[in-house]
């Protein structure tokens, strides 16, 4: 630990969950960087339903916190041990892990063992917390994004090009990597081979646009939204259905004249679950995203997996969909509406009614 009456301080603006109330922006007290840490100017932060779960489910207990996991800024500076990165750099931030477990030794940060204490423990991994001073808990994701200024390490930061808007790359660190990721490292869905995703919010459409990518047939949505079904298909399913009107199993028996070869569930729904089941060819795999599910076999060598980020590792695969989305393959500005930060709680009320899919914040000039 350092030096108290060494520790630099400053002030940062941030969106404070507590009880009973709206988020708030307030100004807070942030210490750091650490030596293996960069203090980020947070240009823009994605809002992701994992953060809406929180708010949403915030029981007082426990200090108030800042959440946001999807932000995207300029390096303003850095720890003595920071090598990746200078002032100045234009950065993504993506989930955290420890760097030292056996999961991050083989370069799988996504297995990290401490995953769950590095991204949802509100604090550092040594246990402190850089907004203490102000009574409040950050480090959420290795970043609390929803504020001017975040605290990350190179661990969960990509260096990103600056030909393109920050605004527009905050959500690659989460939601859409996830859904990309999960068709590409996870099912690594081949040519030809078929795949249902049950859910089109921006997870489920990184997922339909990756499947297009890797030359999956059929594309089959579902969901039970019309603007995010017709969405669905202009993003590259080749079918969709509104499961309000019609019947999963059978339409997918219909299109594809047997089964499916893999379903990506985003909805955690167990109804969707047993649907999967009667409807996966023998081998086929059903990938859960909804993060509270075992993985397992089932008969006939169908597998279920229960994935975490897309099994991407974000320093190679963010760069990667940058890429895609370059070369016109990955339009996932299609997704996106931007809020100013001071409309954090309307953002976050047009997410949960569905109206937006993916809410952007937008918090500070580029
Ligand atoms: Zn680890
Ligand atoms: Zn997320």
């Given at each position: 630990?350092?030096?108290?009456?060494?520790?630099?301080?400053?002030?940062?603006?941030?969106?404070?969950?507590?009880?009973?109330?709206?988020?708030?922006?307030?100004?807070?007290?942030?210490?750091?960087?650490?030596?293996?840490?960069i203090?980020?100017?947070?240009v823009?932060?994605?809002?992701?339903?994992?953060?809406?779960?929180?708010?949403?489910?915030?029981?007082?207990?426990?200090?108030?916190?800042?959440?946001?996991?999807?932000?995207?800024?300029v390096?303003?500076q850095?720890?003595?041990?920071?090598?990746?990165?200078?002032?100045?750099?234009?950065?993504?931030?993506?989930?955290?892990?420890?760097?030292?477990?056996?999961?991050?030794?083989?370069?799988?940060?996504?297995?990290?063992?401490?995953?769950?204490?590095?991204?949802?423990?509100?604090?550092?991994?040594?246990?402190?917390?850089?907004?203490?001073?102000?009574?409040?808990?950050?480090?959420?994701?290795?970043?609390?994004?929803?504020?001017?200024?975040?605290?990350?390490?190179?661990?969960?930061?990509v260096?990103v090009?600056?030909?393109?808007?920050?605004?527009?790359?905050?959500?690659?660190?989460?939601?859409?990597?996830?859904?990309?990721?999960?068709?590409?490292?996870?099912?690594?869905?081949?040519?030809?081979?078929?795949?249902?995703?049950f859910?089109?919010?921006a997870?489920?459409?990184a997922a339909?646009?990756?499947?297009?990518?890797?030359?999956?047939?059929?594309?089959?949505?579902?969901?039970?939204?019309?603007?995010?079904?017709?969405l669905?298909?202009?993003?590259?399913?080749?079918?969709?259905?509104?499961?309000?009107?019609?019947?999963?199993?059978?339409?997918?028996?219909?299109?594809?004249?047997?089964?499916?070869?893999?379903?990506?569930?985003?909805?955690?729904d167990?109804?969707?679950?047993?649907i999967t089941?009667?409807?996966?060819?023998?081998?086929?795999?059903?990938?859960?995203?909804?993060?509270?599910?075992?993985?397992?076999?089932?008969?006939?060598?169908?597998?279920?997996?229960?994935?975490?980020?897309g099994d991407?590792?974000?320093?190679?695969?963010?760069?990667?969909l940058?890429?895609?989305?370059?070369?016109?393959?990955?339009?996932?500005?299609?997704l996106?509406?931007f809020?100013n930060?001071?409309?954090?709680?309307?953002?976050?009320?047009?997410?949960?009614?569905?109206?937006?899919?993916?809410?952007?914040?937008r918090?500070?000039?580029?």
């Amino acid at each position: 630990m350092a030096n108290p009456s060494k520790v630099k301080t400053f002030n940062i603006q941030a969106a404070v969950l507590r009880t009973g109330s709206p988020l708030k922006i307030e100004s807070l007290e942030l210490e750091g960087p650490n030596d293996d840490e960069i203090l980020v100017r947070i240009v823009a932060s994605g809002i992701c339903h994992t953060d809406i779960g929180f708010v949403d489910g915030w029981d007082g207990t426990a200090n108030p916190v800042v959440l946001g996991h999807e932000g995207a800024g300029v390096v303003e500076q850095i720890g003595k041990h920071v090598k990746g990165v200078k002032r100045g750099d234009h950065v993504v931030l993506s989930y955290q892990s420890c760097g030292r477990c056996r999961a991050c030794r083989r370069g799988h940060p996504f297995d990290c063992e401490y995953f769950w204490e590095a991204n949802f423990g509100f604090h550092r991994l040594d246990g402190s917390n850089a907004l203490h001073r102000s009574g409040v808990r950050g480090h959420f994701f290795g970043q609390s994004s929803f504020a001017t200024h975040a605290l990350a390490t190179e661990r969960n930061l990509v260096k990103v090009p600056k030909s393109l808007p920050l605004e527009l790359l905050a959500p690659m660190g989460c939601g859409l990597q996830t859904g990309a990721g999960t068709v590409i490292n996870s099912l690594k869905v081949r040519k030809g081979k078929g795949i249902a995703i049950f859910g089109t919010g921006a997870v489920g459409l990184a997922a339909v646009m990756a499947a297009r990518v890797v030359g999956a047939d059929p594309i089959i949505g579902v969901d039970i939204k019309p603007i995010r079904l017709k969405l669905a298909r202009e993003l590259g399913a080749t079918h969709i259905i509104d499961n309000r009107r019609h019947d999963i199993a059978s339409h997918i028996t219909r299109i594809t004249g047997s089964g499916i070869d893999y379903v990506l569930d985003t909805t955690g729904d167990q109804e969707m679950f047993e649907i999967t089941i009667r409807t996966l060819n023998r081998k086929g795999i059903l990938a859960l995203l909804a993060g509270n599910e075992s993985a397992g076999s089932l008969s006939e060598g169908r597998k279920v997996i229960s994935v975490i980020q897309g099994d991407a590792v974000p320093q190679r695969f963010i760069p990667n969909l940058i890429r895609l989305y370059q070369t016109g393959r990955f339009p996932f500005d299609r997704l996106v509406k931007f809020y100013n930060f001071s409309k954090i709680n309307t953002a976050i009320a047009d997410a949960k009614s569905g109206e937006t899919i993916k809410p952007v914040l937008r918090i500070s000039k580029e």
